[in-house]
């Protein structure tokens, strides 16, 4: 997530001065303190928020709790965790669905803060929750918003109530009012009601969107917020909270470029919990917004439980257990290989996957450079394999790597180069399934690891012998004065080995191919 790039490097540049000390003086904690104000400031976080938020943490940090810890700056970083956690809003909330369906949720919001795309994903994220939404098309007044909803609507595979064609004409009061009883005739259980917005906040649109509110008695009123906006967020939602008010926040466009301000002063401000988070431009960049999680990403510690449970949600078990089986059978193939590479594509940005792991800043280059479309035009070669050559790729010869490679729009490289991660990570999966460790490249093996599961026999080693007759004899010559070295195995030219090293940047390369990156 990009929002905090610029706001995570500040943060962690603060706490890097902390560390190695046994104990922090009240300087060292100014210093941070005020590392800590400039970093939150350029990221447009709103100053009364910034003024509370360091108090706080200087506060605690000349605690005498932090001056007994074992790690002075690792309780540092904990509590500007926790503080973190509390501007955006404490602990997670959920929609409160209503006792007697439908449940009613009106979205409200400037316009261009992408209220209609984001009604799409809210309506598909339920969807996929078990619920039965409804879009209601109440934005009459922007350009085409009506067709918007409805293409959404067909993208997210949800029915859309759209009686009125829009672009100026029909009263959306009366829209959204009929919307919610044809949900209650058609046993819909949720009402998301699409509205219009302004280029800016006036009269005539709060008043419109108040009026919406009064007919619908809505259980819910999101409000939109492009994440973007950075100091007029709080403005904003401040005007939309005295003329409308809200009961929870949406975030978009949060895997922008941008400072990230708003959301960090958004739920602070107005009192209001966020609740969604947009992350992408797919219907299925859509999240709940965790604070906690929120905040381990911004300090750079990661988001596994997202991870996880975007990982859950995609790869089925049942066949989980059937890779397994036929790797430990030796029976792993092309077509598993795009089982597992198709699952993982459908958990969505491989970027913001690997971003959610801690220390992500560290990779941030490789992540920047990293391209999404390689795994497509690996579908590709191997799509454009006979079912035959998928299962027994062993098949694969010379004249079938080129007919692949132009069936696919590729080159015989390409096909080779797939092959290769194929049988490496084939060979690093199996290891993996009969409880051993892998070795990757241009790494030793790991001190009492054994590979694959099985120990190697103890006893008098075998020394090879030359198929040369003179180099032979040579190597028996020495062998008898007690002079004769091995050469290294796996060096093909019979150089000494090389002594155990961190991998290169070629190594890093090799294993970033072998896992499709």
Known sequence: ????????????????????KGKLSPADVDGTVREIRRALLEADVALEVVKQFTANVRERALSDDVNKALNPAQQVVQIVNDELVGILGGAQRRIQFAKKPPTVIMLAGLQGAGKTTLAGKLAKWLASEGHTPLLVAADLQRPNAVTQLQVVGEQAGVQVWAPEPGNGKGNPVKVAKDGVKEAQRRQFDVVIIDTAGRLG???????????????????EVLFVIDAMIGQDAVATAKAFQDGVDFTGVVLTKL??????????????????????????EALGDFEP?????????????????????????TFDQEEALKVAEKLATDSFTLEDF????????????????????????????QLENFDERE?????????????????????????????????????????????????????MMKTVAK?????????GPMPGASFGGVKKQQGKKKTSKSGNPAKRAAEEAAMAAGTFTKPSAGSSFGLGAKPNTAPSAQDLETINRMLGR
């Open 1 to 20: 997530m990009a929002t905090f790039t610029d706001l995570t490097d500040r943060l962690s540049e603060a706490f890097k001065k902390l560390r190695g």
């Open 201 to 219: 906040v006036d009269t005539e649109l709060m008043k419109q969107a108040s009026d919406i509110r009064k007919a619908t008695e809505p259980d």
């Open 255 to 280: 895997d922008g470029d941008t400072k990230g301000g708003a959301a960090l002063s958004v739920a602070s401000v107005t009192g209001r919990p966020i609740m969604f988070a947009s992350t992408g």
């Open 289 to 313: 917004f965790y604070p906690d999680r929120m905040a381990s990403r911004i300090l750079d510690l990661g988001d596994i439980l997202t991870l996880i449970e975007q990982a859950q949600k």
């Open 338 to 365: 795009l089982s597992q590479m198709q699952q993982l594509k459908n958990m969505g940005s491989i970027k913001g996957m690997l971003g959610m792991l801690p220390g992500a800043k560290g990779m941030r280059q």
């Open 375 to 427: 795994i497509t035009r690996t579908e590709a070669i191997i799509q454009s394999m006979t079912p035959a050559e998928r299962k027994q790729p062993k098949l694969l010869n010379g004249s079938r790597r080129l007919r692949i490679a132009k069936g696919s729009g590729a080159t015989v490289t390409d096909v080779n180069s797939l092959m290769t991660r194929f049988e490496q990570a084939a060979k």
């Open 435 to 443: 409880g051993g460790v892998p070795q990757v490249p241009g790494m």
